[in-house]
């Protein structure tokens, strides 16, 4: 099931920075695994903002809310989730 995931993440301008840096490495190395994984299929910085867009291919809500909620940097994250299908008019045939 593919869904369109949109993050925010927001960092207190208290937040330990040493502990943030940690978090954020963490956040790289866990996304470019799922990313391999095919799991996390696409990520868009969204410009201006510290957001982005990305497409999540997984088995079911569960596995996903599993995902996101394991995050590293998922404390400082405003997260909205939309389901997506297949387009009738869509050449892709990875669109499912
Ligand atoms: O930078 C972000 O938008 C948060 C994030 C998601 C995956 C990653 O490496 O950072």
Request: charged letters at 25%; a negative charge.
């Amino acid at each position: 099931m593919l869904f369109m995931v949109e993050m925010d993440v927001n960092v207190p301008l208290d937040t330990d920075q040493e502990r943030f840096a940690a978090l954020k490495q963490a956040e790289k190395e866990r996304f470019q695994e799922l990313q391999r994984a095919g799991t996390w299929r696409h990520i868009w910085r969204v410009v201006g903002h510290y957001s982005n867009v990305s497409i999540f291919d997984v088995a079911d809500n569960a596995a996903l809310h599993d995902i996101l909620t394991a995050l590293p940097l998922y404390p400082f994250m405003n997260i909205r989730v939309t389901a997506l299908c297949r387009h009738p008019s869509s050449i892709h045939d990875d669109d499912r």
